[in-house]
């Protein structure tokens, strides 16, 4: 057995070595080291999944009633959800929230946090072509492009994330095609800001966790993109 | 099922990432289990049975669209007001960032401590291929693991 064989072996299952990988363990002291780093972040891995169980779960499966309980609690839920949803559809019949395209931004910034925790280095290129698709050109990309990625926004449109490494920080930004606010809306939430300002083809916002960052942040995408080209 | 039920519990949260659609279909495997009891020919392969109904249970739910459904109860005090870098958090948001055919298999040998051969019959696909799914999630962990330790010091 080769060391690769031995780090491909030691990574499918640390905990079940066969006995050749366990005596080339032993014989290699490069191995030897890999190994207990393996088990140094597989420990840790264990700590992350044992996520706590609720109180009483094996005696409610027993019981087998806890589901019914909840279920009717849910179509409680379901009701009253259905009741203010129509409600509201009365109050704002005919005049949508001035601010809904910069709420919906941070809405669903709130609902993807992993855009801003799992960063990965994307295409620059990649990020140019969907500007020029959605009518636009960029000058200067406004910060290190981060992550990129087509999502289902929360309104039923769907919109690309992108999310910029900047001196001001990291940076959401949303393009979305079709839909168009009359103007520039700006609304905070959960401890975040957000700018939507309309572009011929849709608009775009900008969520950061500050109102002056958003500002700079969209006075930077202004600069550097040339949406009317 | 006293013995399952915790092992089971975390398996289904971390497949769904929402602890009542967990309790749910952890209920619902019980009951599916219970009414199969008669097709369990080895009571050694116990737990695996289970893993395999659950798992079923959730393609049913994703059938039925409950999935869909049940994604506007969804419990905010679930998700982080912010990105988060705490140790734990950050490598359970790695985990949950992992593509399902990577996450899938290693969820099955962390929390269910099946084996290679066992996850491949589970799956229905090769040991080869379970491996290799296996081999790159490690990979991907640790890569990430690393690099957000690097972004963590340089801050």
């Known amino acids: 057995m080769n060391c690769l064989e031995f780090h491909r072996l030691k990574l499918a299952d640390p905990r079940r070595l066969s006995a050749e990988a366990q005596t080339h363990l032993e014989g290699c002291p490069d191995c030897f080291a890999f190994a207990q780093d393996v088990d140094r972040s597989e420990r840790k891995l264990e700590q992350a999944l044992i996520t706590p169980v609720p109180d009483g779960l094996a005696d409610r499966m027993l019981l087998g009633r806890r589901g019914s309980s909840r279920r009717v609690w849910r179509v409680w839920a379901l009701a009253a959800s259905v009741v203010l949803a129509t409600a509201l559809t009365v109050v704002y019949l005919g005049s949508a929230p001035p601010d809904q395209y910069a709420r919906l931004a941070i809405e669903h910034l709130v609902n993807e946090p992993e855009a801003l925790t799992t960063l990965r280095d994307a295409d620059a290129e990649a990020f140019r072509t969907i500007v020029q698709n959605f009518g636009g050109t960029v000058k200067a990309l406004p910060g290190r492009v981060r992550y990129i990625r087509l999502c289902p926004l929360e309104d039923g449109t769907t919109g690309w994330h992108i999310v910029f490494e900047t001196p001001e920080g990291l940076a959401t930004l949303l393009l979305v095609p079709g839909k168009q606010p009359d103007a520039t809306q700006v609304a905070s939430a959960e401890g975040w800001s957000a700018l939507a300002r309309p572009t011929p083809r849709g608009y775009y916002a900008v969520v950061t966790a500050s109102s002056a960052a958003t500002a700079r942040i969209d006075r930077m995408v202004q600069e550097r993109i040339d949406w009317k080209a | ?155």
């Not at chain 2, 009414?35 to 049975?49: E, F, G, N, P, V």
């Not at chain 2, 393609?59 to 734990?88: H, Y």
């Not at chain 2, 290679?116 to 081999?135: D, H, N, Q």
């Open chain 2, 1 to 155: 099922m006293r013995a399952y039920s915790a092992d089971l519990y975390r398996y289904a949260h971390w497949l769904c990432r929402d602890r009542h659609l967990a309790e749910d279909l952890v209920q619902e495997a019980f009951a599916r289990a219970w009414s199969a009891w008669a097709d369990l020919r080895d009571l050694a392969q116990a737990k695996a049975w289970l893993f395999a109904i659950l798992r079923n249970e959730r393609a049913r739910m994703f059938a039925r669209k409950q999935v869909a459904t049940l994604a506007g109860e969804l419990d905010e005090s679930q998700l982080p007001p912010a990105p988060s870098f705490e140790p734990g958090l950050e490598m359970a948001q790695i985990v949950a960032m992992l593509p399902e055919t990577y996450r899938e298999p290693l969820l099955l040998q962390v929390l269910g401590g099946f084996s290679c051969a066992e996850i491949a019959a589970m799956l229905a696909t090769s040991e080869g291929a379970v491996m290799t799914r296996l081999t790159r999630a490690r990979q991907a962990l640790r890569q990430q693991y690393t690099e957000a330790g690097k972004r963590k010091a340089a801050r």
